[in-house]
């Protein structure tokens, strides 16, 4: 490094004399790994994240995660996929950075298949493709363990890592050396059989402030430190989770028992579905839209867990759903200014099978399994086919769109190549929980986001519908190149990001000019509904004074129509007498309600009321009586 900058700075120096311009390739300093390697994920679910989706690269088709909860003094996470041998174990430790996922290493070491660089060896497109994802755990801690055994190997490796804690100061006098991100210690045992075939990976000493976080400790702090002042009352009001692992204090001792949405004794599966059943219920019954604060962090760490990791939904995906008349869908246009289209299922086709969707296709594999702590994941967004809360409009609605553009065959080192998604979104009278408000994006199968409430920066005031629609968009070629390392968030300026973010603000807008169409024919229908109440009333009513007025031997006169003029019929003949309505006047003194004014004029005439008017002054009566009932006519 020293000897390169110093040929190139005697380049630049001699270009002011040879006015040459000094051509050349930029390079990455060693210490951004040691920044990587000392940790960049925010939350403890994002390092688990990365881990699951390790595994998942790996053909793993069970994870298992034991947190040791709540004292959190030792986490394993175990899969049982293809595993390592020395030569990948090789890469690993020695190129931080250096994936060989998506490249011709791959194919050669077996992390990618040997037709498809893309994918794992069984066929599944790989999450990875940096190289960085086993040194998540550095923020969990700065010791692991690694067991592994290769499929077909009988070689057991095991790895004993320590990673350094990054200190800028540190690289002051040492700016251009290399940087050391931690040490190793690597031994082989062969164990005699060939089947098993797995990776083990063990956290020991883990971050206190990670093991407080995990514990709720902030939360019991608050409650203890809480006051009550005679003359102000409570102050510092922290109340406890209503779910929750329960409390240890600083000596690792539990204090308090846990008071968790499930039994000790319910299988993994209906675990989970107590604890979705838990957040939605509580959502459901609040007066405002509810949020997950009343699960502790250790259970909000399970629901991000479970809606990053490629696992299968709670109730099936999205697009496996049978509508059955049950729920509006519409098919999204990708034209400028496109209008939606709703789409009829007259059949027991699922949205898949009639708008020929692949996201969400069965996982070459068969199936992915994440268990943690004895709790099986799975997606938890449910989209019920009932309303949450009171609406005008009778159904929930789908909105449903799909795309695969080339950005017109441009270059792929301007546009970034190929872009190809799916995507729904759906509406209901109320989300919950507050949490699945908003958009999130798939890439490939797995998400490090979470849904984003303002739709990608949706800038029209649509706040009320905003907090009624949850969307996914699983992108199934394309956008990985917009993810920043962290897989937490993207590069927005990114043509990628740039073409989704348009078009889901497009989406939206079609969403609403729909949403606020059927809103506005269900308003129309309700007020017709209730107007037909009201005439059908008012027509018993006349028959009642009719029977009094002339007795029930005399059957009501009939009124005769006719056309105004304007396409709206006015009496023009109530019995014997004619009614006679100036085209002048009456211009505006129109209703389109014939029940309604039948029923006025039988009254009118019961009483005899019409015989002493001129046919003039009989159109005026009926007219004045009218817009009692309709002030808007």
């Known amino acids: 490094m020293i000897d390169h900058q110093q040929k190139l700075s005697d380049k630049i120096d001699n270009s002011a004399t040879t006015g040459v311009p000094v051509d050349g390739e930029l390079r990455t300093d060693d210490r951004i790994i040691a920044r990587v390697t000392d940790g960049i994920y925010r939350e403890p679910w994002s390092a688990f994240r990365e881990l699951v989706s390790n595994a998942y690269d790996a053909d793993a088709t069970d994870v298992s995660i034991d947190c040791d909860y709540p004292f959190f003094k030792e986490i394993r996470i175990s899969d049982n996929g293809l595993g390592m041998d020395p030569a990948i174990f090789e890469h690993l430790l020695e190129h931080i950075g250096g994936s060989s996922k998506r490249t011709a290493k791959g194919k050669e070491l077996g992390t990618a298949s040997a037709d498809d660089a893309t994918r794992s060896?069984?066929?599944?497109?790989?999450?990875?493709?940096?190289?960085?994802?086993?040194?998540?755990?550095?923020?969990?801690?700065?010791?692991?363990?690694?067991?592994?055994?290769?499929?077909?190997?009988?070689?057991?490796?095991?790895?004993?890592?320590?990673?350094?804690?990054?200190?800028?100061?540190?690289?002051?006098?040492?700016?251009?050396?290399?940087?050391?991100?931690?040490?190793?210690?690597?031994?082989?045992?062969?164990?005699?059989?060939?089947?098993?075939?797995?990776?083990?990976?063990?956290?020991?000493?883990?971050?206190?402030?990670?093991?407080?976080?995990?514990?709720?400790?902030?939360?019991?702090?608050?409650?203890?430190?809480?006051?009550?002042?005679?003359?102000?009352?409570?102050?510092?009001?922290?109340?406890?989770?209503?779910?929750?692992?329960?409390?240890?204090?600083?000596?690792?001792?539990?204090?308090?028992?846990?008071?968790?949405?499930?039994?000790?004794?319910?299988?993994?599966?209906?675990?989970?579905?107590?604890?979705?059943?838990?957040?939605?219920?509580?959502?459901?019954?609040?007066?405002?839209?509810?949020?997950?604060?009343?699960?502790?962090?250790?259970?909000?760490?399970?629901?991000?867990?479970?809606?990053?990791?490629?696992?299968?939904?709670?109730?099936?995906?999205?697009?496996?759903?049978?509508?059955?008349?049950?729920?509006?869908?519409?098919?999204?246009?990708?034209?400028?200014?496109?209008?939606?289209?709703?789409?009829?299922?007259?059949?027991?086709?699922?949205?898949?099978?009639?708008?020929?969707?692949?996201?969400?296709?069965?996982?070459?594999?068969?199936?992915?399994?994440?268990?943690?702590?004895?709790?099986?994941?799975?997606?938890?967004?449910?989209?019920?086919?009932?309303?949450?809360?009171?609406?005008?409009?009778?159904?929930?609605?789908?909105?449903?769109?799909?795309?695969?553009?080339?950005?017109?065959?441009?270059?792929?080192?301007?546009?970034?190549?190929?872009?190809?998604?799916?995507?729904?979104?759906?509406?209901?009278?109320?989300?919950?929980?507050?949490?699945?408000?908003?958009?999130?994006?798939?890439?490939?199968?797995?998400?490090?986001?979470?849904?984003?409430?303002?739709?990608?920066?949706?800038?029209?005031?649509?706040?009320?519908?905003?907090?009624?629609?949850t969307a996914e968009i699983y992108v199934n070629n394309g956008l990985d190149g917009a993810l920043n390392i962290d897989r937490e968030s993207f590069n927005t300026s990114h043509p990628h990001y740039l073409y989704i973010q348009k078009w889901l603000h497009s989406a939206f807008r079609q969403f609403a000019t729909q949403h606020k169409k059927i809103g506005a024919i269900a308003r129309k229908e309700r007020a017709n509904e209730k107007l037909e109440v009201a005439t059908s009333k008012l027509q018993e009513h006349a028959d009642e004074v009719w029977n009094k007025m002339r007795g029930e031997t005399i059957e009501p006169p009939s009124v005769e129509f006719e056309d105004s003029g304007t396409g709206i019929s006015v009496p023009k003949m109530v019995g014997s007498n004619p009614i006679s309505w100036n085209a002048q006047k009456t211009a505006s003194r129109q209703s389109e309600n014939t029940q309604l004014i039948e029923a006025v004029t039988v009254v009118l005439e019961a009483h005899g009321v019409l015989e002493g008017l001129v046919e003039e002054g009989r159109a005026e009566l009926i007219f004045d009586l009218i817009r009692e009932f309709e002030p808007d006519s």
């Open 121 to 469: 060896p069984s066929g599944r497109r790989l999450i990875g493709k940096i190289g960085i994802g086993l040194f998540a755990v550095a923020q969990l801690t700065q010791q692991f363990q690694i067991i592994s055994k290769r499929k077909g190997e009988s070689k057991r490796i095991s790895a004993t890592i320590q990673l350094r804690t990054f200190q800028e100061d540190t690289l002051i006098d040492d700016a251009d050396g290399e940087s050391i991100s931690g040490s190793y210690k690597v031994v082989a045992e062969d164990t005699g059989e060939t089947k098993t075939h797995g990776t083990t990976i063990i956290l020991t000493s883990i971050r206190p402030a990670i093991r407080q976080k995990l514990q709720n400790e902030d939360v019991w702090s608050a409650i203890d430190e809480a006051t009550d002042d005679p003359e102000i009352g409570m102050l510092d009001l922290v109340t406890q989770p209503r779910f929750h692992i329960g409390r240890v204090n600083r000596e690792l001792e539990l204090v308090d028992s846990p008071s968790l949405p499930w039994e000790p004794d319910d299988r993994p599966l209906d675990k989970f579905k107590k604890l979705v059943d838990a957040a939605i219920n509580v959502s459901r019954s609040a007066r405002e839209q509810a949020n997950l604060s009343h699960f502790d962090n250790y259970l909000q760490m399970l629901w991000r867990l479970s809606l990053a990791c490629p696992v299968e939904y709670l109730r099936g995906h999205p697009f496996d759903m049978k509508p059955n008349g049950e729920i509006g869908v519409f098919k999204l246009s990708n034209a400028p200014k496109g209008s939606a289209e709703a789409v009829e299922f007259p059949d027991d086709s699922t949205l898949r099978d009639k708008l020929d969707l692949v996201a969400g296709s069965a996982d070459p594999l068969g199936r992915f399994v994440v268990h943690i702590d004895g709790v099986e994941l799975r997606r938890p967004i449910v989209l019920p086919r009932e309303l949450n809360a009171a609406s005008q409009i009778g159904t929930p609605l789908l909105f449903v769109g799909k795309v695969r553009t080339d950005f017109g065959g441009s270059s792929p080192d301007r546009s970034g190549g190929e872009l190809a998604f799916e995507a729904y979104l759906y509406w209901n009278s109320k989300i919950v929980p507050k949490e699945s408000v908003g958009a999130l994006i798939r890439v490939y199968g797995d998400s490090g986001t979470l849904f984003d409430p303002e739709f990608l920066g949706y800038q029209v005031s649509e706040q009320t519908r905003k907090r009624q629609v």
